[in-house]
């Protein structure tokens, strides 16, 4: 969250020997009442995570960050659907079939409010101990052995208490290092976090994320970290993927696009995030974001934009600045 | 779940002994029991509470039968043969009991009912009570096997039309169960009984006595029961496939099977019970009298409008009693059912 705190800023980037997932060109369109065009609500979205890496993905509500990550996980919901591009898993592309394989195998999801996405109804010890019955054929005993054993991972305490209370019983802080075990249950190559925090307070957000940076390490888990928060990617994310309508405008190494921001967009989006110990008011980017206008010609954000000209009528490419590795989509840079 | 309740009995007795009032520790240990299955003091004190209230729910319904008919009829007059002298009329009602002040009849009155005294039935001559429970059996077989048509056909038929709202299937189903739900009983009932009595003569016309006869009217109630239970089970499958928990049993790699039979259906359960159990109470308490009358069972219902129709009082409090008894049981075998799928819910 802040350089302070850490002694560090943003980890550094791991060396990219094996490449996980990589996402080209995604697009998800919504169904439209017949007659009207389809609404596209993210397009041209690529990605690429390598074993071991945090990638976070940043974007002000509504960029399309959930479609994405529910479009790399096969989940989109009715009236959602994949409509271009391509879903590579550890580089062969991936058909929604295959993808329905690795879910829960080595693809798991932390999702945005985990009170809700727990069965209210069912015991925490049987949610977490079915995706190793199902998936590892465990038994009976074992798995519940196993699901002690990651319920202490999570650091909760008493987990033999916690195991077989119900969601209903357990605070937000507690549902959501539940739900961290249950994705860590299928022993996952890939952890897709959405807004892990974003439903708890401040004092527990820092806990889930200090426990989320040590699963990280510790098991050598690659994460996509989907949030709103900048200060959370720049405190565990290596490389940063910056969102905007629906497209990625921005990215690179983490301390890169902090420090050489190229993007007018990121540069906002810096300047309006809190920092906990500099207290002169944040600066926000004036306007609202536009949404589902993906067949605009014309780039994005120029609208919002201090730096507008008439290049900005025709939409920029994401290309290189000043760094292989760093990628902008701005006529304005560098 | 033995070890944990026991654990948890050992967490209260840390927490608990300085302290009179239940402490947090002790409200959620019960939770615990509750949730784990297991039945706990709270559980047998709550449904104990909902018995007596049932009781105190009959003894209202028949206070209010014996305020009306008491006020508005004149039975001795209706027994007697037409033309008969006001001084016969006084004198049955002085045999009856009826020029007796209101509050000793009143008190007559509980008094037989809390001995199950209801009098004896004017047209039959048996004791009234007598006369509504003979009438049960067809009764409860008819409509038992109507739910349980309705549980085996209707439920997964809307199950499955929850699967993919706005496919074929979904409109099918939807058109089926919105035709039986509105067609007219005395109708559907002539149609099964052309097609599958006349025409294929299957199954006898009407008449009751063994389970063959049970099938035709059985159906015909099923139709409306079950039409309106796909319904609510298709609703209630469609809120909850489209919550988060059930997402997420996604991203955990779930067969869609697995996921609609450990995790959607309890939390589905709910609306569907809650209609299921009240249909049936209605079905029991009249709602399948054309079906009785259509294929000639006597049933309870059609007991209910004869002995109106025969002013037949001594009967109609039975009816009326046995009836709410009925819909009391049900509505407590409903609720207990209900705790135990869901085991937050407190009494209602
Ligand atoms: N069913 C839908 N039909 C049309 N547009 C939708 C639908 N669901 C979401 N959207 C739009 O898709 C965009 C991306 O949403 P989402 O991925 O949830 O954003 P984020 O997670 O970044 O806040 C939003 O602009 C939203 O309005
Ligand atoms: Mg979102």
């Known amino acids: ?334 | 779940m033995f070890v944990s309740t026991r654990n948890e009995t050992i967490l209260n007795a840390e927490s608990g002994p300085t302290q009179s009032a239940p402490t947090p520790g002790a409200r959620r240990s019960a939770a615990a029991a509750r949730a784990s299955g297991w039945v706990d003091l709270s559980t047998v004190r709550w449904a104990l509470g909902r018995i007596v209230f049932g009781f105190a729910a009959v003894i209202i319904v028949m206070s209010a039968v014996f305020f009306v008919t008491r006020s508005t009829s004149d039975p001795a007059r209706k027994m007697l043969p037409l033309g008969s002298s006001q001084e016969q009329i006084d004198a049955l009602n002085a045999r009856l009991g009826l020029d007796d002040p209101l509050w000793m009849q009143y008190e007559h009155f509980l008094s037989d009912m809390f001995h199950l005294d209801f009098g004896r039935s004017i047209w039959e001559g048996r004791p009234a009570l007598e006369v509504v429970v003979d009438r049960l059996p067809v009764t409860f077989t008819l409509v038992g096997l109507a739910l349980l048509i309705s549980i085996v056909v209707f439920v997964p038929l809307g199950v499955i039309a929850s699967l993919r709202p706005g496919s074929l299937t979904d409109r099918l189903v939807t058109a089926l169960s919105l035709a039986g739900l509105s067609a007219p009983q005395f109708w559907l009932g002539a149609m099964l009984v052309l097609v599958f009595a006349v025409e294929l003569d299957w199954f006898p016309t009407s008449g009751s006595g063994s389970m063959i006869y049970a099938v035709l009217p059985a159906v015909t109630l099923a139709f409306t029961m079950g039409g309106r239970l796909a319904q609510v089970t298709r609703t209630s499958f469609l809120d909850q496939a489209g919550s988060p928990y059930v997402t997420m049993a996604r991203a955990k790699g779930l067969s869609t099977f697995y996921i609609l039979r450990r995790h959607v259906l309890r939390n589905a359960l709910l609306p569907i019970l809650t209609i299921a159990s009240w249909d049936t109470a209605r079905a029991i308490t009249g709602h399948a009298v054309v079906v009785e009358v259509v294929f000639a069972w006597p049933g309870f219902g059609r007991l209910v409008i004869e002995s109106v129709q025969r002013q037949d009082f001594p009967v109609i409090q039975a009816c009326v009693f046995i009836g709410a008894v009925l819909i009391v049981v049900i509505n407590v075998v409903t609720d207990v059912l209900n705790r135990i799928i869901e085991p937050r819910m407190e009494s209602r």
């Open chain 1, 1 to 334: 969250m802040d350089e302070t705190q850490s002694g560090e800023f943003a980890p550094t980037s791991v060396p990219r020997t094996e490449v996980l997932l990589q996402v080209d060109h995604l697009e998800v369109s919504f169904e439209q009442p017949a007659g009207r065009p389809a609404v596209r609500g993210v397009k041209d979205v690529s990605f690429s995570i390598a074993a071991g890496e945090t990638l976070g993905l940043v974007g002000e509500s509504g960029c399309g960050k959930t479609m994405s990550a529910l479009a790399v996980m096969g989940l989109l919901p009715a009236g959602a659907a994949v409509t271009g591009g391509a879903i590579m898993w550890r580089g062969t592309a991936v058909d929604a079939r295959q993808i329905r394989r690795l879910r829960g195998r080595s693809i798991a999801m932390i999702p945005q409010d985990a009170m809700t996405a727990l069965n209210p109804l069912l015991s925490v010890q049987r949610q977490l101990t079915e995706v190793m019955k199902i998936h590892h054929g465990m038994g009976r005993a074992a798995a519940r052995a196993r699901a002690i054993e990651l319920l202490e991972l999570v650091r909760i305490d008493e987990p033999r208490r916690v195991a077989v209370q119900h969601p209903w019983q357990l605070s937000g802080g507690m549902a959501q290092r539940v739900v961290i075990a249950m994705a860590l249950a299928a022993e996952p190559d890939l952890l897709v976090a959405d807004e892990p925090t974003t439903a708890l307070d401040v004092t527990v957000q820092s806990e889930i994320l200090a426990l989320l940076q040590m699963l990280q390490a510790d098991l050598g888990l690659s994460l996509i970290m989907i949030t709103h928060d900048l200060g959370v990617v720049a405190h565990l994310a290596h490389r940063t993927a910056v969102m905007y309508a629906g497209r990625i405008v921005e990215t690179g190494p983490t301390k890169r696009l902090f420090h050489e921001p190229a993007h007018p967009y990121t540069r906002g989006l810096i300047a309006s995030t809190p920092h906990p110990f500099r207290v002169e008011a944040t600066k926000g980017i004036p306007g609202q974001a536009p949404l589902a206008l993906l067949d605009d010609p014309a780039c994005s954000f120029r609208s919002r934009c201090e730096k507008r000209t008439e290049v900005c009528e025709t939409r920029p490419e994401l290309k290189s600045y000043r760094h292989i590795d760093h990628e902008a989509a701005c006529h304005h840079a560098g």
